[in-house]
């Protein structure tokens, strides 16, 4: 994996970036002729039809989707993401998704290729559904993704945890697969990382969380420090904290939150996919790819 700093740089690069926990993977075996929740311009949703509602993408030939994430949230959005690795090349994986994408009726299925890389989405009921493959080493590796169109339930980017009044939340990831409850924060924030790492600690041990580690870039000192990972334990729960300083930039520090219950939420430094939706954007391998 890249460094800390790349990593949460990259992250940023798009308006609606979200960071998704790379669950077990289970195969997936599907068909196109499932029944997918009805769309209704006026209609108010619930989360839980929209996630019990979404539509079975399926497989093509040469292509074996595994899980990364069956229910998940994207700043209230119900979502899913799946991933491959293939043999097929980039151009026959899109044209045997762009076929599968017109015979579900995805609206005005919209592809782009350039530079081996490939992405394709369009509108299907009140889904945003989203194909992303790109070349590397002699394989075709990519993601799918269903997220519930914009609107459909109310945006909800809030948390319980403690996070210091600098911290702006852009966005937010649930998880509740296999009932093991999980959220993913992507923040901003105007002081340095040595500054947030105290600000940090305070909030959370003043409401019992007790620190596990934490490793530091750059000189000592709250002012100097670059970078910095924390890991924090309660009652079972475990919290992983990413910070990384942005050179020249109003927003002086990067900040990523993982939290989740059991031993899943300490995977969180090895076990990221970086998705975003609706911009284009490309896919890294590295991090599409379950270590």
Not at 269 to 288: F, K, L, Q
Request: one cysteine or more.
């Amino acid at each position: 994996m890249n460094s800390l700093r790349e990593s949460l740089s990259m992250t940023l690069r798009y308006p609606l970036l979200a960071v998704a926990m790379a669950l077990a993977p289970a195969a997936a075996s599907q068909d196109d002729t499932a029944s997918m929740l009805p769309f209704a311009p006026d209609r108010e949703y619930t989360v839980e039809e929209l996630q019990e509602g979404m539509p079975r993408i399926g497989e093509v030939p040469g292509v074996k989707l595994e899980w990364v994430a069956r229910r998940m949230t994207n700043n209230g959005l119900p979502m899913q993401i799946q991933q491959f690795e293939s043999r097929r090349d980039l151009d026959e994986i899109v044209s045997a998704y762009k076929r599968r994408f017109r015979r579900l009726g995805v609206l005005a299925p919209h592809s782009d290729v350039r530079g081996g890389f490939a992405e394709l989405y369009g509108g299907l009921g009140p889904y945003f559904v989203r194909l992303q493959v790109g070349e590397r080493d002699g394989f075709t590796t990519g993601y799918l993704s269903v997220i519930a169109q914009p609107k459909t339930v109310a945006s909800d980017r809030s948390t319980e945890l403690p996070l210091p009044d600098s911290v702006e939340i852009k966005s937010r990831m649930g998880y509740d697969d296999a009932g093991i409850p999980a959220e993913t924060l992507m923040g901003q924030s105007e002081h340095l990382p040595g500054i947030l790492v105290d600000d940090f600690r305070r909030n959370l041990e003043s409401e019992g969380w007790k620190r596990e580690g934490i490793g530091a870039g750059g000189r000592e000192g709250p002012a100097m420090r670059t970078r910095a990972n924390l890991r924090y334990s309660r009652d079972g729960q475990r919290l992983q904290i990413l910070i990384a300083h942005q050179r020249d930039r109003r927003e002086q520090s990067v900040v990523v939150v993982h939290g989740g219950n059991g031993h899943e939420a300490g995977k969180a430094d090895c076990r990221i996919v970086a998705t975003e939706t609706p911009s284009p954007g490309r896919i890294d391998h590295d991090r599409v790819r379950h270590r």
